[in-house]
């Protein structure tokens, strides 16, 4: 059974604030920005404690660990500029993740403990931490638990770790469309209702962070947004609903459980099929990000 210790993992995979110390190479221009949940890195984890540490086992490791283990699934989605993963813990299992190079932290459903500045606190749905510390835990589950990470760069030099509580994030409103080839943008509550029936319709939470924030973006069933470029890469889990998006010469439908990555000056679009709902973070390249192999 292989067996990867704390210590080993931190010495094979750098910790968030250590990862900006590594020179980014060019992006793979093959590297694809829609990903669907089939064709992310799929991966069986089993982690338990064993004494003072916590052992981890991946694959059929993880189906021979002890029955007193955690065991839930991890999808991975790889870019260069940064990785987002999501694991699923089933109902009435334990709950136990060893946090290592995780910069930011999403509950989409479920309650668990994690540690913030060296302390643990509860978080539940819509909660989110950024430099998470110790381990996500939960004795036993009462529902389903989903969690998504990132392992990002930040802009701040020195990133204060932090919890913000769904329940305090205001929400703001927004549509976007095309008119007379021209892309239109509403934020104001007196333009948002000149806002035409085809528009794009949305609201989003903004959770603000030193040097980062994670964005929860919920979509009207609508039309199709303006064009928009963005100014540093976004990686982005779609939890509810279906959505279209144009990324650069990319198109494709999203559905929950997909990944993205809006990509730095690439034009791109939205498209409301569904009542929807994603979360999103932004991937800077600050000097020094070390990247990962992404999906091809």
Not at 63 to 71: R, V
Not at 260 to 282: H, K, M, P, V
């Amino acid at each position: 059974m292989r067996l990867l210790m704390p210590a080993l993992c931190a010495a094979l995979i750098a910790s968030p604030v250590a990862a900006q110390q590594v020179v980014l190479p060019p992006s793979d221009a093959n590297v694809k920005n829609i990903v669907p949940a089939k064709n992310a890195v799929i991966d069986r984890v089993a982690e338990w404690q064993d004494g003072g540490a916590i052992r981890i086992a991946l694959g059929k490791d993880a189906d021979a660990a002890p029955a007193t283990a955690s065991k839930y699934e991890q999808k991975r989605f790889i870019w260069p500029t940064g990785e987002m993963r999501v694991l699923h813990f089933k109902k009435g299992t334990p709950v136990l993740h060893q946090v290592t190079f995780e910069t930011e932290m999403y509950v989409v459903e479920g309650t668990a403990e994690v540690g913030v500045n060296g302390k643990p606190v509860k978080i539940g749905p819509g909660d989110a931490v950024f430099m998470p510390s110790g381990a996500l835990t939960n004795k036993k589950l009462s529902g389903d638990l989903t969690v998504v990470l990132w392992n990002v760069g930040v802009t701040s030099k020195d990133p204060k770790a932090k919890l913000v509580r769904g329940a305090d994030v205001k929400s703001t409103s927004s549509a976007s469309w095309v008119e007379n080839g021209k892309s239109m943008n509403a934020n104001k509550p007196e333009d948002l209702k000149k806002a035409p029936p085809t528009a794009a319709r949305w609201s989003t939470k903004r959770y603000e962070f030193d040097g980062n924030s994670i964005r929860v973006a919920t979509f009207a069933k609508s039309g199709r947004s303006g064009d928009g470029k963005s100014t540093t890469d976004a990686l982005i889990y779609v939890a509810k609903g279906k959505l279209g998006r144009q990324e650069g010469e990319e198109k494709g439908v999203l559905e929950a459980g997909d990944g993205l990555r809006e990509q730095t000056g690439l034009s791109g679009y939205w498209e409301g099929l569904d009542n929807s709902i994603f979360i999103a973070t932004s991937a800077p390249m600050p000097a020094g990000f070390a990247p990962t192999k992404p999906i091809k």
